[in-house]
């Protein structure tokens, strides 16, 4: 989802100086919220406070040092501001050792007070960039970070691929053009134990027929017209690694049978040798055609397919996983707007009811362009040429919206449901009904 938007919380006992505060950070459009103590900052800011705090020393109960020891504590990278009175500059100072980002002496100029806090949230929205980066990392060592969706299609895959991963059995991926099949691919070899070994890809509709045996079995020197030195094939270089074949469909029939040999017999013959070298590495292939039907009109052996398809895995089109179109929208936005140096857009009521209503034909691959156009301001959707102004209404792509939020709400609360209606700002009879009339429970 995107980031909150920063705001400044200003906590102030006397009312004059919070107003005067709150109306000159809203003329220069920064938006602010005011409390008159550090027990009522403390309730307001959670663990996802998004902004910054300035904050008055002198105040009733814990006073404004202590509140900035607490909220240091929790978060070391919020920037406090603590305003002080007459004679409490060497108090400052010492909380400027301590954490605190600055400090202003009453009475002090509007222009002052905009100045320090423009400062204070340029440095808290840098800080929350590198900490979205960092979790994004985080998440590459996770299924669920890097295979997303909430769909129970893909929450399917993901456990396919947990249970597979570490075996040694072939996998054959099954998808529609930019559906992810080279994602789940590296999946497969990232949480098996061969991931410290090589991952090698070929793509074998993207080399003319003469150059392929010699690409994916090696040759030895002098082996044609024009090698002129030992060559390293694909399935050698994946030897303790994974050999991931995209678009097999595409293999040659007559290369088909050396592969068959190989993976039956666990060698392979680098043309121009007669020397047999043991290979052991697993195979991954990807195809976007039904192999089976093309298996029984000739056109790729069948005994190839049988041996590739010890595991099958699906890829839907993201047309039948409507409901995880937010979702991967909002990740790529959030990329494409870090990759940039971009702040990340809001979502408008148009483009979400596009987004939801195209039939993307090119699948993942082409919401991911999208959500990089959107990043940079560009329209999402070009004005012709789409036919997302056809399918979901605006009404149904609302609720796609909705359904999306509260499954992620349930999800980050454990499906506790109290937790999830406070976080939501919802009734927790009305979360209720919407939780059965989306089938979340």
């Not at 024009?226 to 050698?236: C, D, F, L, P, Y």
């Not at 030897?239 to 190989?262: A, H, W």
């Not at 009109?297 to 890829?315: A, C, I, K, P």
Request: aromatic letters at 6%; one cysteine or more; glycine letters at 8%.
């Amino acid at each position: 989802m995107n980031q909150a938007p920063l705001t400044v919380l200003i906590v102030e006992d006397d009312p004059h100086v919070l107003l005067g505060c709150q109306q000159a950070l809203a003329l220069e459009d920064i938006a602010s919220e005011g409390v008159g103590s550090a027990e009522e900052a403390l309730q307001r800011i959670g663990d996802d406070f998004a902004g910054i705090v300035v904050s008055d020393i002198r105040l009733p109960g814990i006073d404004g040092l202590e509140l900035l020891s607490r909220l240091k504590a929790r978060d070391g990278s919020l920037p406090v501001v603590l305003i002080t009175g007459h004679g409490d500059i060497d108090m400052a100072v010492g909380a400027m050792r301590n954490g605190a980002y600055d400090f202003m002496e009453k009475p002090f100029a509007p222009e002052r007070l905009v100045e320090v806090v423009r400062r204070a949230l340029e440095q808290r929205g840098l800080s929350r960039e590198v900490f979205a980066l960092r979790r994004q990392l985080a998440e590459q060592s996770t299924l669920e970070g890097r295979i997303i969706g909430r769909s129970p299609a893909m929450q399917n895959l993901r456990e396919l691929i947990a249970n597979v991963a570490d075996t040694s059995a072939n996998v054959l991926i099954e998808g529609e053009t930019g559906t992810g099949k080279e994602l789940v691919a590296r999946c497969l070899h990232d949480f098996s134990r061969r991931q410290s070994q090589p991952f090698v890809a070929l793509n074998c509709g993207g080399l003319p027929e003469n150059l392929f045996e010699s690409e994916i079995f090696g040759h030895e020197a002098n082996a044609f017209t024009g090698a002129g030195k030992r060559r390293i094939g694909k399935i050698e270089h994946a030897n303790g690694g994974t050999l991931f074949l995209d678009e097999v469909e595409s293999m040659p029939i007559n290369l088909q049978i050396k592969l068959l040999r190989v993976l039956q017999e666990r060698t392979l013959e680098r043309l121009g040798s007669n020397q047999s070298i043991a290979v052991d590495c697993r195979v991954i292939a990807a195809t976007k055609s039904d192999l089976d039907a093309l298996g029984q009109s000739g056109q790729f052996r069948s005994d190839l397919y049988y041996r590739l398809n010890v595991v099958t895995l699906e890829l839907p089109p993201l047309r039948e996983r409507r409901e995880d179109i937010l979702q991967l929208f909002e990740h790529f936005l959030q990329l494409a707007a870090l990759r940039f140096d971009r702040e990340t857009p809001q979502l408008d009521s148009q483009t979400l009811s596009r987004l939801m209503a195209h039939d993307w034909p090119g699948n993942v691959r082409e919401l991911r362009n999208v959500a990089e156009r959107y990043a940079l301001g560009l329209p999402a959707f070009k004005k012709s040429g789409t036919s997302a102004a056809q399918g979901l209404g605006f009404s149904e792509a609302v609720e796609a919206f909705e359904r999306n939020l509260l499954s992620d709400a349930l999800q980050r609360t454990g499906g506790n449901l109290s937790q999830a209606s406070q976080e939501l700002g919802m009734a927790k009879t009305t979360l209720f009904d919407k939780v059965k009339k989306y089938g979340l429970g």
